[in-house]
């Protein structure tokens, strides 16, 4: 079993920061790519950081020069750092990443249950 656990959300106000922590935990051989996406209500699932195993980002334009991505890989933790935080960075932040159990088994993704993020004006 793997999972993926995260935390640090909570209520801030309008140009504040908090910082969200996930850990992957469990059978674990290797890990390649982590990320965080988040969920408004009545909205899709939207990518906002990613990062590869050799420390490659990739933001979505709406986060970038506010948002920080980064992962210690000895301890299977992906840390997303927000700051200026807007109302429409409310939502919920999911974490993920593409987990090998084995040595011979395909990258396969794994979620966690999400952190609530409430930005308030």
């Known amino acids: 079993q793997v999972q993926m656990v995260e935390s640090g959300g909570g209520l801030v106000q309008a140009g504040g920061s908090l910082r969200l922590s996930c850990t992957a935990s469990g059978n674990i051989f290797s890990i390649d790519a982590m990320g965080w996406y988040r969920q408004a209500p009545g909205k899709q699932r939207e990518l906002v950081a990613d990062i590869t195993s050799s420390g490659n980002t990739n933001y979505a334009d709406s986060v970038k020069g506010r948002f920080t991505i980064s992962r210690d890989n000895a301890k299977n933790t992906v840390t997303l750092q927000m700051s200026s935080l807007k109302s429409g960075d409310t939502g919920r932040y999911y974490c993920?990443?593409?987990?090998?159990?084995?040595?011979?088994?395909?990258?396969?993704?794994?979620w966690g249950q999400g952190t609530q993020v409430t930005v308030s004006s």
């Open positions: 993920n990443g593409d987990i090998k159990r084995m040595a011979w088994e395909y990258f396969k993704t794994y």
